[in-house]
């Protein structure tokens, strides 16, 4: 099975990277369009963040009631129906008349997510030739990440420069869907010993201790990473909107992008700086990122804006992946799927609740002041991060 996979090269690795790029795309795809629902359907700030949020939810609950299905049936037929949930997705956005709408595009959207990002990376990493798995585990964090940014990118493009701004981006992402599914068809089915769906039992997150020591400045800059991206793609449009008079959708697209894209940059220096350097790098990098953010909220600048997106991208492709790295290296092989699931649940936590604390703050204090109050709050977690990993070598040899 190797030396056939082998001589194919890299090409399925390849394929399915596309297809989970694709479906990672459409989760990100309203971003640069919240303020045209704004217009549409008169909802607040609070509402928007809301909206954003339902996804996390999705994420959250298909990872902790069956992000393991794929071990059991099988790696295509869970993709498949992420796949289709994708599709029920953009069909919500496309015949959206309401909010209700929104919401339910959301929540399918965040159980397409959820379904994919344990089974489209382990899809991946197992259709890549023998002893490539860093190779693979980068396209896999490429494809993931990349997906996330192109889909800003897309929906910011073609809503400027083309017609029916609201419409086009999900009929554009219909097709494309449509496309992955003809190519995961064709692609090879990697697990052998497949089991009934009835086998497939909620996963309890948990953490043995030995591995607490390690979680607990993983998960605080795991947390504040991904709410620094739940920030960007769901106020920062607003923010550029609003405060900088920045109503090219192209180009609100392109800022939250970036920061996916540095991201992948930050991921794939972590095996310039190895696993335990990357961790404190990335805490000071997401650090410098905040702070740039909340100058350019003070003072109003552009310039800031797309700084921070790179540098807090940067930080935060560099801290999760040394997070995920230490966290998986110090968990027993028998629980090692739930302490990473856990891991995954604080992220996604971060994605949601900080997003929906802006929202809350935004009405009676304004969106900047709650953009600052926010970055306090993410700086003191990752300051915490830091000082307890600058710690732990006295600790240790003591």
Known sequence: MNGDRDRRGWLPCYLSGAV????????????????????????????????YAVYAFGVIGVLLLAGNASDAVGRRPVLLWGLGCAAAS??????????????????LSGLSAGLFTGAATAYVMEL???????????????????????????????????????????A?????????????????????????????????????????????????ASFAGFALFGVFTSVSPAFLSESLDVDNHAV??????????????????????????SLPLGCAALLLGLALLAGALRWQLLPLVVVSALVGGAGQGLAFRAALSGVAGASPADRRAAVISTLFVVAYAGI?????????????????SAGLVFIACMAVLVAAAAVYLLRRPAETSA
């Open 172 to 220: 554009v992402h219909l097709a494309l869907l449509a496309g992955s599914a003809l190519l995961l068809l064709g692609l090879e089915e990697t697990v052998r010993e497949r089991r009934p769906l009835s086998t497939v039992r909620p996963q309890r997150p948990g953490l043995p201790p030995e591995v607490r020591s390690v979680f607990k400045p993983a998960a605080l």
């Open 90 to 107: 953009a069909v919500c956005f496309l015949c959206a008349t309401s909010l209700g709408w929104l919401y339910v595009g959301r929540l």
């Open 252 to 277: 609100s697209g392109l800022i939250v992008a970036l920061a996916f894209f540095a991201s992948i940059a930050g991921q794939a220096a972590v095996g310039r700086f190895g696993v335990r350097r």
């Open 20 to 51: 989970f790029a694709v479906c990672m795309a459409g989760t990100t795809l309203p971003t640069p369009l919240y303020g045209l629902y704004q217009d549409k359907f008169g909802f607040s700030e609070l509402t928007v963040t809301i909206v």
């Open 128 to 170: 890549a030739p023998g002893r490539g798995s860093s190779r693979a585990t980068l396209v896999a964090t490429a494809a993931n990440m990349g997906g996330l940014g192109c889909g800003p990118l897309l929906a910011g493009i073609l809503a400027q420069y083309a017609a029916w701004p609201l419409h086009l981006p999900f």
């Open 352 to 368: 949601s609740l900080p997003v929906i604390g802006v929202g809350v703050l935004s009405g009676p204090i304004g969106l900047e």
